[in-house]
């Protein structure tokens, strides 16, 4: 067991490694984020100026084919890397699909096992293709290259009753810009990163769990405090997701706020100074508030 986490240990700090080796890369075009239209779950792709290709969570089982299509189209046949926040089916559900048009470089999700068919299913695929999951945690980065990293900031505890508070939080830096990616991450998890001092200053946030109101904080959101906000979210949903408290919040702070359940797909682009959003399949720009 200790000889194995050693191993893991190794592997992962290749693999981190190994992804600064392509530091050399050409960088061309901007940083594109797309928060794709997945209802009521997460899917965030991530196409880096050196051609590097990431996915975050990867939406429910139903919105599978839908993200497979979406690769397709832009050419995508390998994942440099898979970052699951957390193991709930609306974060995991299109793995299992995903891994059979797909390669994977690199598999990331917390330590923690759940009971569910879909996480058994996905565990069953991984064993299948022989993919090792990396269980990172606060402190890891993946070094994309010298003007790009994305880092675990959290959470930053081992224990949570919650499950959504294991969620990874990310922060994507490039150059002068900064993303922050809640995955599911509540109210504690907010909270602890504020009490250990973490930098979450970030121009863009990605809100937590789909917007509900079981966090997003004034507090947190005040030190994240951000220029723009996403919300993954869906149009159909039986729980008043997201929250009025939360867009409450958001208006409050005045932070122009952009959700996949009123304008389908966004994308947000960087060149490491300047941030632009764009949705829809036209990819039209997008220069108003969209808060309602
Ligand atoms: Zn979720």
Same mark, same amino acid.
């Given at each position: 067991m200790y000889h194995m986490r050693i191993m893991t240990c190794l592997l992962l700090c290749l693999f981190l +490694?190994?992804? =600064?080796? !392509?530091?050399?890369?050409?960088?061309?075009?901007? &940083?594109?984020?797309? %928060?794709? #239209?997945?209802?009521? =779950?997460?899917? $965030? %792709?991530?196409e880096t100026p050196n051609h590097k290709h990431i996915l975050v969570d990867a939406g429910s089982e139903r919105y599978a084919k839908k993200v497979t299509q979406y690769l397709q189209n832009k050419g995508i046949t390998?994942?440099?890397?898979? +970052? $699951?926040? *957390?193991?709930? *089916? #609306?974060? $995991?559900?299109?793995?299992? !699909?995903? &891994?059979? =048009? %797909?390669? $994977?470089k690199a598999f990331y999700m917390p330590k923690m096992t759940h009971h569910t068919k879909i996480y058994r299913t996905l565990k069953k695929s991984l064993e299948k293709k022989n993919i090792m999951i990396f269980k990172a945690k606060a402190g890891n980065n993946i070094e994309i290259s010298r003007h790009l990293a994305i880092d675990f900031i959290g959470p930053v505890q081992g224990k949570y009753d919650n499950m959504n508070d294991y969620s990874y939080v990310l922060k994507l830096v490039y150059n002068h810009n900064s993303f922050l990616l809640m995955g599911d991450a509540g109210e504690q998890s907010e909270a602890e990163l504020l009490f250990k001092h973490v930098n979450v200053k970030a121009d863009v946030i990605k809100i937590g769990h789909h917007g509900a109101d079981t966090g997003t904080t004034l507090p947190f959101l005040k030190k994240v405090n951000p220029e723009a906000a996403i919300i993954s979210t869906g149009r159909h949903n039986y729980k008043s997701i997201p929250a009025p408290a939360v867009i409450n919040r958001l208006r409050y702070l005045k932070i122009p706020t952009y959700r996949t359940d009123l304008l389908?797909?966004?994308?947000?682009? =960087? #060149?490491?100074?300047?941030? !632009?959003f764009y949705y829809g399949d036209a990819l039209q720009y997008i220069d108003t508030l969209v808060n309602e």
């Open positions: +490694i190994g992804f =600064s080796c !392509s530091k050399g890369q050409a960088e061309e075009g901007p &940083l594109k984020i797309h %928060f794709i #239209d997945v209802d009521q =779950s997460d899917c $965030i %792709f991530i390998t994942l440099d890397a898979m +970052i $699951i926040t *957390h193991p709930h *089916h #609306d974060h $995991i559900g299109g793995v299992p !699909s995903l &891994l059979n =048009s %797909f390669k $994977i389908g797909t966004i994308v947000v682009t =960087s #060149d490491g100074n300047t941030i !632009s």
